[in-house]
């Protein structure tokens, strides 16, 4: 006969005084309102989520998506002499953790990297299909080697992924230890949290004149731009670093198609007020002889400083206005019309900003921040590195073809001389210095050693949070401690001096979210009665009682019945 159980609700013996605290809800959907419940769940959800879910689960999205996207979008490389000669990537897949010695391949585990100051990586393999010589032979190479990846503790490529106590205990390993962390050269290397302002994002400010602005940082996977729209002298002008002189909004709004000054003041809102802020930039347009889109491209491509784009048939400033203004919002088959309306809803929101000032939007609140995490980080710097590596290879290529009499050479054999990889990823995480060239990104201090001094110490550097953010300026502001950060950010873990309030740490529950496929989404939505941007009109766009969808930083569309 089994033993009798006490009753949660029995008082608790003197020598039972560590024993946890029982719960007493009856199901999930029960509010948690007795504060024994409440220090019975939060071990519950550690036990389930794990500290440090966050750096894992982006990492995992990296290895398993985000690296196959990369590729995929650089898929194919090929000799300028002779397009015939080519590389094409099938596949990319990661290995298993392993090392080459004496031409042997080794599996290795974190604890031996740690004894022997090696790297805990693992091959980077990608199936391929290249052509050789002038007869253009294909030939397939599967399971091809281009490098090694350092692998982070516990995510999916790790042998420690899913093992028990007793089997981590076999590899020398800590249960409690969440991993989260990389080895590199023996050493054990954290990726801080990175804060930022938030891409693809309109935000309304005014600049260090006092002028009112509406910008937009723009990031795709081929550009990053900043877009600055802002009022000077009661007119509204374009800020755009391809351009000599700012341009009149109503001059950028004509060269992308919308010709009627009726058809901007319709698509920024009927809104009278808004016709008045607005009449000084349509006289000016007026007053430069500028009504058609040639007219205004025209005008635009006098002012342009954009090197190298002088033999462009559609002209040089259209290059721009589809390419770099506003980047992150697309220009299909010449299709301007999205990109109109995303302008029109900057005005918008700049010409409320003027008046009213309470619709002006706060830099330190979180929803205005991202969060980037190892996952990200590395994934910016593998597809650097692979466009290096494969530039080299045509470069290598092409010299090889011009020279009389050389032996033909094929792409596979350029990518296995290069180790541009392995060295570019170790360099990286062991110093902590992110230069990716392609966007002039230079940061330093991105990964730091893992403190080992206590436990608590491991935690709090898996968790600390890192602004781009110059510590030696004595602004108050992004240090203060902001209501939107309650329940996320700890109010109490920062360090004092130069650093304090700008390094933070996340609260316990707090969940970062990772990339998700759009695809889903974007049916999700339609489905719930959204309405196509491309099937309204100017006038329908702000109808009183309808919302703007917004996602990730695009227009989606419109509903008309939201609260339904």
């Known amino acids: 006969m089994p033993p009798a159980t006490s009753a949660p609700d029995a008082p608790v013996a003197e020598g039972d005084a560590e024993a946890p605290p029982v719960p007493t809800y009856r199901s999930l959907a029960a509010p948690v309102s007795n504060p024994v419940d409440k220090f019975a769940l939060l071990p519950a959800f550690l036990k389930v989520r794990g500290l440090v879910k966050e750096h894992i689960d982006s990492f995992n999205y990296f290895i398993t998506k985000g690296i196959k996207n990369i590729v995929r979008a650089n898929n194919r490389i090929e000799a300028r002499s ?21 031409f042997r391949v080794e599996t290795i585990t974190p604890h031996f990297c740690r004894l022997t100051d090696r790297t805990y990586s693992a091959p980077v393999i990608v199936d391929v299909e290249y052509t050789v010589g002038k007869t253009h032979a294909k030939h397939r190479k599967p399971s091809f080697t281009i490098g090694y990846m350092p692998i982070m503790l516990r995510s999916y490529a790790c042998v420690l992924n899913g093992k028990d106590e007793a089997e981590l205990a076999r590899y020398g390993e800590c249960p409690l230890d969440p ?57 509204i002008y374009l800020h755009l670093n391809q351009f000599t002189k700012p341009i009149p909004i109503i001059v950028v709004m004509k060269a992308m198609g919308i010709e009627t000054d009726q058809e901007v003041v319709q698509m920024v809102g009927r809104d009278p007020r808004y016709g008045d802020l607005l009449y000084l930039s349509i006289q000016e347009c007026a007053t430069e002889r500028i009504y058609t889109q040639q007219q205004a491209l025209q005008y635009m491509d006098d002012k342009v400083t954009y090197a190298g784009a002088g033999n462009i048939k559609d002209g040089r400033s259209k290059l721009i206005l589809r390419d770099v203004f506003v980047a992150h919002v697309p220009v299909n088959n010449g299709n301007f019309q999205p990109k109109c309306i995303y302008t029109a809803v900057m005005l918008r929101r700049m010409l409320d900003a003027i008046l009213n000032s309470d619709t002006f939007d706060d830099k330190d609140y979180v929803g205005n921040k991202r969060l980037e995490l190892s996952g990200q980080l590395v994934s910016l710097l593998f597809e650097d590195l692979f466009k290096t590596m494969n530039t080299y290879a045509v470069d290598r290529m092409n010299k090889n073809s011009d020279m009389a009499r050389s032996s033909p050479l094929d792409f596979s054999q350029l990518i296995m001389q290069q180790d541009v990889i392995t060295s570019g990823l170790e360099r990286a995480i062991s110093t902590g210095n992110w230069d990716i060239k392609r966007f002039k990104m230079h940061r330093k201090g991105v990964s730091q050693v893992l403190s080992r001094l206590s436990y608590m110490a491991s935690l709090g550097y898996m968790t600390r949070i890192t602004p781009q953010f110059e510590k030696t300026r004595k602004t108050s502001g992004p240090r203060a401690l902001q209501p939107s950060q309650w329940g996320m950010l700890c109010p109490c873990d920062t360090p004092e001096g130069e650093a304090c309030g700008l390094t933070k740490n996340l609260a316990l529950m707090t969940h970062v979210t990772t990339d998700q496929e759009e695809g889903p989404l974007r049916n999700l939505c339609f489905s719930l009665g959204v309405e196509d941007l491309s099937l309204l009109s100017g006038e329908e766009i702000h109808a009183p009682g309808s919302f703007l969808v917004m996602f990730n930083g695009l227009i989606l569309g419109k509903h008309r019945q939201p609260q339904v």
């Open 82 to 102: 002779d397009p015939g000669i080519y590389l094409e990537y099938k596949n990319i897949y990661i290995g298993e953790p392993s090392v080459q010695v004496d």
């Open 179 to 235: 991993g989260g962390y990389f080895i590199v050269k023996g050493t054990e290397k954290v990726i801080l949290i990175q804060e930022q302002l938030s891409k693809n994002r309109i935000i309304i400010d005014t600049d260090n004149k006092g002028r009112v602005t509406a910008s937009v940082t723009s990031s795709t996977h081929e550009v990053k731009s900043k877009t600055v729209i802002c009022m000077d002298k009661e007119k």
